[in-house]
């Protein structure tokens, strides 16, 4: 298992985590907005949005995983 140098979270962890937030803010416009989102799209559009989030989200210096 890679050890990580520190114990906080990387970059591309963080950016993941602010996708799901933001496909959960969209999914709630469009409800209140009156169209009808079904739950299985509800959970493939976050899902969807990231996985964007964290494959674009390039790496910072320190998430290199250091050699076991």
Do not use: C, H, R
């Amino acid at each position: 298992m890679a050890k990580q140098k520190t114990g906080a979270p990387t970059t591309k962890v963080m950016s993941g985590s602010l996708g799901a937030a933001v496909a959960t803010i969209v999914v709630w416009v469009l409800g209140a907005t009156g169209a009808s989102v079904p739950s299985g799209m509800e959970f493939a559009i976050t899902t969807v949005v990231t996985f964007i989030f964290g494959y674009f989200t390039p790496s910072a210096n320190g998430d290199i995983a250091e050699p076991t």
